[in-house]
């Protein structure tokens, strides 16, 4: 079955960087876009980015452009969330998410691992 | 990107249908049949409900059901259940560089 586990998170203070991979198993995972997605505590969902099946493409939600990247290795079966610059307001657990037809809809999340920016 | 609106929360007793509203605009909801439903427990991953406005995933109960008019998308949910409590997000392909919205989130609450 589908399965898909977030790592790297951890606290870290204003301004450092962090990576976030995100392990697949259980499907084809070259063949399918993904997403990252955050939640504040206590607050919504936040899409943040997207990237293609073959890394051609790539989309970020305004509040992290140009500090976030995504990335993926087909041949790892795992994706990525470079974070720079952090700050208080990326404190949030992180899911990925797996990419379901024309629409893009999540039809499979991980358990999501979270991210503490403090001093 | 402006997050979707819905409404904080919504509430029914055991056995009666709800509606849950998501409004966006044309750029959104309105321009594409790419609207989903997720409902989230607490401390737990969201689950899809919906997809496509419509479409109900493998393994999801047909008391949910997913429909759409202009700039507002609507999660139906029939005979409610206790454990049909918990929040629910919509979301919307947008067709822009950012790609993908998120509603404002909505509690349910079964009485």
């Known amino acids: 079955q589908v399965h898909l586990v977030e790592s790297g998170g951890g606290v870290v203070q204003p301004g450092t960087s962090l990576r976030l991979s995100c392990a697949a198993s259980?499907?084809?995972?070259?063949?399918?876009?993904m997403h990252w997605v955050r939640q504040a505590p206590g607050k919504g969902l936040e899409w943040v980015a997207l990237?293609?099946?073959?890394?051609?493409?790539?989309y970020y939600a305004d509040s992290v452009k140009g500090r976030f990247t995504i990335s993926r290795d087909n041949s790892k079966n795992t994706l990525y969330l470079q974070m720079n610059s952090l700050g208080a307001e990326d404190t949030a657990v992180y899911y990925c998410?797996?990419?379901?037809?024309?629409?893009?809809?999540?039809?499979?999340w991980g358990q999501g691992t979270l991210v503490t920016v403090s001093s | 990107q402006s997050a979707l609106t819905q409404p904080a929360s919504v509430s029914g007793s055991p056995g009666q249908s709800i509606a849950i509203s998501c409004t966006g605009t044309?750029?959104?909801?309105?321009?594409?049949?790419?609207v989903s439903w997720y409902q989230q427990y607490p401390g737990k991953a969201p689950k899809i409900m919906i997809y496509?406005?419509?479409e109900r995933p493998s393994g999801v109960s047909n008391r949910f059901s997913g429909s759409k008019s202009g700039n507002t998308a609507s999660l139906t949910i029939s005979g409610l259940q206790a454990e049909d409590e918990a929040d629910y997000y919509c979301?919307?392909?947008?067709?822009?560089?950012?790609?993908?919205?998120f509603g404002t989130g909505t509690k349910v609450t079964v009485l």
């Open positions: 998410a797996r990419c379901l037809s024309t629409g893009c809809s999540l039809d499979y």
């Open positions: 259980g499907f084809s995972f070259s063949i399918y876009g």
């Open positions: 990237i293609w099946f073959d890394g051609s493409k790539k």
């Open positions: 044309s750029s959104d909801v309105g321009g594409y049949n790419y």
């Open positions: 496509d406005v419509s």
């Open positions: 979301s919307s392909y947008t067709g822009s560089s950012t790609f993908y919205v």
